[in-house]
C-alpha cells in the first residue's frame, strides 16, 4: 500500500513566460494536516490548482495515493479562495453543501433523501444548519468559508485542499475549522491548508511546504519551520519570522 498522500515529481508551472513553480518535488505522507507557506506570489494557490489539474504545468508528475490525479478526482475535495466564488449566483447554502454528492449522483440525478440527511449532518458540523436556507451573498466571510468545508466533508474525500480558509474569518470561527480539520487528521484523512499566519504554524499543522516559486523545505514542523527555512522562503531580514515567534510565545501564555 502506497504510504504517500501526494507525490509530485519535477513539477514546473509557468504563466506565459513567467516560472510560477519551477523543479518542485515531495512526498507527503498520509493523515497529516500540511500547512502550505510563503510570501505573496509564491505560487501556492498554484500549486494547489496544478496537482488538482485546474492549471495545466509545463511538466511534471503528479500523484495522489499512489495513482495519477485524473484517476482519483473523488477522493480529493478543494475548497477554493473566497474571492473566486460567485456570491450572486442564486443558490442555497444547502444547494451548495449537496455538490458535494455531484461525483456521485452525476449532475442530471437528483439527490435522494439520504443525500440531504447527510447534507444537513454536515452543516450542522461546522455550524451553519441555521442557515440551510440562505442565499449564500447573505453569508458573512466566516460562514461562506463553513459551507464549502461542509461540501468538502459531504464529498468524504481522502484529501482536502483548502486555499486560503481562514481569510477574512474571525478568531473563534479559525479555531472551530481547525478543531475540525485536525478531527479529520484523526480518521486518517490528509489536509492542505494555504496559510499565511506564521505565528500558529506549529500549533496547527504536523507537517508545512514551504514555497517561493521553488520548494524551500517540506517535511514535519519540527524539522523544516526553522529560522533559516523562513528566512529562505520570506527573504534575508530575519525579523518577520522572530517577530511572528515573539507572538506565538505571548499567545501561547495567555499574554495576547
Known amino acids: 500500500m502506497n504510504p504517500f498522500s501526494l507525490e ?13 513553480l519551477w523543479n518542485v518535488s515531495l512526498k507527503v505522507p498520509k493523515g497529516v494536516l500540511v500547512g502550505i507557506l510563503g510570501p505573496n506570489g509564491a505560487g501556492k494557490s498554484t500549486f494547489l490548482k496544478s496537482i488538482l489539474g485546474l492549471v495545466k504545468p509545463m511538466s511534471g508528475m503528479i500523484e495522489f495515493l499512489g495513482r495519477a490525479s485524473s484517476l482519483v478526482k473523488s477522493q480529493v475535495a478543494y475548497v477554493p479562495q473566497r474571492g473566486s466564488v460567485d456570491w450572486d449566483f442564486p443558490i442555497t447554502a444547502l444547494e451548495v453543501v449537496l455538490m458535494g454528492r ?3 449522483l452525476g449532475f442530471l440525478n437528483r439527490p435522494r433523501k439520504a443525500d440531504k440527511e447527510a447534507a444537513m449532518r454536515a452543516l450542522e458540523l461546522v455550524g451553519m444548519s441555521a ?29 482536502l485542499l483548502l486555499d486560503e480558509p481562514f481569510a477574512g474569518v474571525d478568531l473563534t470561527t479559525e ?11 484523526k480518521e486518517g484523512k490528509t489536509v492542505f491548508v494555504v496559510h499565511h499566519d506564521l505565528p500558529t504554524v506549529s ?18 514542523v519540527s524539522e523544516v519551520f526553522t529560522k533559516e527555512n523562513i ?26
Not at 509530485?8 to 516560472?19: M, Q
Not at 466566516?142 to 461540501?151: E, H, P, T
Request: proline fraction near 2%.
Open 8 to 20: 509530485v515529481e519535477d513539477l514546473n508551472v509557468n504563466y506565459g513566460k513567467t516560472p510560477v
Open 102 to 104: 455531484f461525483g456521485r
Open 131 to 159: 442557515f440551510k436556507d440562505r442565499q449564500i451573498g447573505e453569508l458573512s466571510g466566516g460562514q461562506q468559508q463553513r459551507l464549502f468545508v461542509a461540501r468538502a466533508l459531504l464529498q468524504e474525500a481522502e484529501i
Open 175 to 185: 479555531k472551530a475549522m481547525i478543531s475540525l480539520l485536525k478531527e479529520w487528521k
Open 203 to 220: 500549533e496547527y499543522f504536523d507537517w508545512v511546504i514551504l514555497l517561493n516559486t521553488r520548494l524551500v523545505a517540506a517535511g514535519p
Open 231 to 256: 528566512a529562505s522562503a520570506f527573504g534575508k531580514n530575519h525579523t518577520l519570522f522572530e517577530e511572528a515567534a515573539f507572538l506565538s510565545a505571548k499567545t501561547s501564555s495567555g499574554i495576547l
